[in-house]
């Protein structure tokens, strides 16, 4: 048994990573507490119930698995296949961050979207749109100390995020 558990907790990387959990009707904000090459402990306000066929999603990244446990908005899922933990846990580089940061300062002064968004196409400004919202998560979800409320707001934003992404992709068809 003691070496079961060694193995379990092998490769296993505390971490807090805004993430999406998808069902076969249904698509949820998560945050990703441990991540192994074999599955995640996920945390959210509304999980599926246990057996269920997941797909966790972060970024390009995805990983199909089931929800083998779940309790206390807590639940943890069994990868299908193994994932490079390496590139789940990667920060999200700098790669427009002076776009970010004119955009949230827009928005804080009540001013309307940079010109480039204006002109932009409807899909494309979702698009950008839900990857600026991704580009601050990531940012607040690093910051040392941090409020149940925050972190729950920052689910929030987070499922707004993903919800722009998914119109974006349908409005392409």
Same mark, same amino acid.
């Given at each position: 048994?003691?070496?079961?558990?060694?193995?379990? #907790?092998? @490769?296993?990387?505390?971490?807090? &990573?805004?993430? =999406? /959990?998808?069902?076969? +009707?249904?698509?949820?904000?998560?945050?990703?507490?441990?991540?192994?090459?074999?599955?995640?402990?996920?945390?959210?306000?509304?999980?599926? #119930?246990? @057996?269920?066929?997941?797909?966790? &999603?972060?970024? =390009? /990244?995805?990983?199909? +698995?089931?929800?083998?446990?779940?309790?206390?908005?807590?639940?943890?899922?069994?990868?299908?296949?193994?994932?490079?933990?390496?590139?789940?846990?990667?920060?999200?580089?700098?790669?427009?961050?002076?776009?970010?940061?004119?955009?949230?300062?827009?928005?804080?002064?009540?001013?309307?979207?940079?010109?480039?968004?204006?002109?932009?196409?409807?899909?494309?400004?979702?698009?950008?749109?839900?990857?600026?919202?991704?580009?601050?998560?990531?940012?607040?979800?690093?910051?040392?100390?941090?409020?149940?409320?925050?972190?729950?707001?920052?689910?929030?934003?987070?499922?707004?995020?993903?919800?722009?992404?998914?119109?974006?992709?349908?409005?392409?068809?």
């Amino acid at each position: 048994m003691e070496s079961e558990s060694n193995n379990r #907790s092998e @490769g296993r990387s505390n971490v807090f &990573l805004s993430a =999406t /959990l998808e069902t076969e +009707g249904a698509s949820n904000a998560v945050r990703i507490r441990n991540l192994s090459f074999r599955g995640a402990l996920i945390e959210g306000p509304t999980l599926p #119930s246990v @057996g269920v066929n997941v797909w966790l &999603l972060r970024g =390009t /990244l995805s990983a199909k +698995g089931v929800l083998a446990w779940q309790g206390d908005r807590q639940g943890g899922v069994n990868f299908d296949r193994p994932i490079d933990v390496k590139l789940w846990v990667q920060r999200v580089g700098h790669r427009g961050q002076q776009r970010v940061d004119t955009v949230v300062e827009a928005i804080r002064r009540h001013h309307g979207l940079p010109d480039d968004l204006q002109d932009a196409p409807a899909t494309e400004k979702l698009a950008t749109i839900s990857a600026t919202l991704d580009e601050v998560c990531e940012r607040l979800s690093r910051t040392e100390i941090i409020s149940v409320e925050l972190a729950e707001d920052l689910l929030k934003l987070d499922a707004i995020s993903q919800s722009l992404r998914k119109l974006a992709r349908s409005r392409k068809i």
